[in-house]
């Protein structure tokens, strides 16, 4: 099978992060595929070896350069290729007809049911190209059974189409570094709304007034974000308890993750939750939300809070903090089966079935 993925929207780091290990997991297949993966010139990831790169210069306005690159660079190597199938790594990729299939890959959609975490011009544009993409794909692979049963809720004429789950792997964790020994700490999450970090500081001011709350690093904030946090927990009191950081390096997030006793991940709303998984193959205790791909991933291995409001996330806490050994070791087992090969075996699976179908299905091209 010969497949070109269009990477041309990697720039941050969930998206960087998921394509590089799917990439290492293909190369675990026992298959003859051929996979050229176009990238622009700012996206890092380490690609392995088998994995024919095409740099594009996109220019300095990243958006229209990326579109132009899409409009031009993608159809052309899949025509100078003779394709069997193009994957785009976001549903947002090339809309010109193609001589082959086209599949894309969906995480999730946040943006239409918790609108309220999106600027009204991100909405916007994601909400206009991922319809676009919608409609012209002959495969969507999602990243969880909770992104597929969205998707069809919400456009039920995908049920005509080839629309797939392959869950996300968690086996990349087996390389990162070993606990270090320090005294006990949890760990949270601010990057984004959905990740509930003021909830998570509300458990703690009530965990600290009872005295059973644990030194707390807070990771993922931007510069503003992160002062704003700095005054709240001065003023409750916590600045000496909670400890808000910027982004890290892969080495230092790594790091911190690893040597956590407890990852507190409260989100409202996961397409995946890798997080999750990554603490559960750890052997990490995890407190998690009752949210669907939550509860998809973590399997019932996980502490589960009985609601939404911080008492339910401090009792959910002291719960995880009691886990016994036996518990932790079923939690890791569970984990064991979220590999990068086989979300690359699910995903091929997908294309395959797109180029069996023929082309046009979707009526893309």
Not at 105 to 116: F, S
Not at 142 to 167: C, G, N, Y
Request: glycine content about 8%; overall charge neutral.
């Amino acid at each position: 099978m010969r497949i070109v993925i269009d990477g041309l929207p990697i720039r941050g780091m969930s998206v960087a992060v998921v394509v590089e290990h799917l990439l290492h997991g293909w190369m675990q297949l026992d298959t003859d595929d051929e996979l050229h993966l176009v990238l622009g010139p700012d996206a890092e990831l380490v690609v392995p070896p088998g994995v024919t790169v095409h740099r594009v210069d996109i220019g300095r306005r990243h958006y229209l350069g990326r579109l132009r690159a899409q409009a031009t660079v993608v159809p052309r190597l899949c025509r100078d290729l003779s394709a069997d199938v193009m994957l785009g790594v976001l549903p947002s990729t090339t809309i010109n007809p193609l001589r082959c299939p086209r599949a894309v890959i969906a995480w999730d959609l946040r943006h239409e049911l918790r609108p309220a975490q999106f600027g009204a011009r991100a909405r916007l544009l994601r909400r206009v190209s991922y319809n676009i993409g919608f409609r012209q794909a002959d495969a969507i692979v999602t990243i969880s059974e909770r992104t597929r049963d969205d998707l069809l809720a919400s456009r039920p004429w995908l049920a005509k189409r080839i629309v797939r789950a392959a869950q996300l792997g968690g086996d990349h964790v087996d390389t990162w570094p070993a606990p270090r020994p320090e005294p006990r700490y949890a760990i949270t999450f601010g990057q984004w709304g959905n990740k509930n970090v003021d909830l998570v500081i509300d458990a703690w001011a009530a965990l600290h007034a009872r005295g059973e709350a644990l030194p707390l690093t807070v990771v993922g904030l931007g510069e503003q974000p992160r002062r704003e946090l700095q005054l709240r927990l001065e003023a409750l009191g916590l600045d000496e308890l909670v400890r808000p950081l910027p982004w890290l390096s892969d080495t230092e997030f790594r790091e911190r993750f690893t040597s956590a006793a407890i990852v507190v991940f409260p989100s409202d709303f996961e397409g995946f939750g890798l997080p999750a998984v990554e603490a559960m193959r750890l052997g990490i205790p995890v407190v998690v939300t009752p949210e669907p791909a939550l509860l998809e991933v973590t399997g019932g291995r996980a502490v589960v809070m009985r609601g939404w409001d911080a008492d339910a996330l401090v009792d959910a806490v002291l719960a995880a903090s009691r886990l016994s050994p036996e518990r932790l070791a079923a939690a890791q087992e569970h984990a064991s089966g979220f590999t990068w090969a086989r979300t690359a075996e699910h995903t091929r699976s997908a294309l395959a079935e797109a180029i069996g179908a023929g082309h046009g299905a979707a009526g893309g091209g």
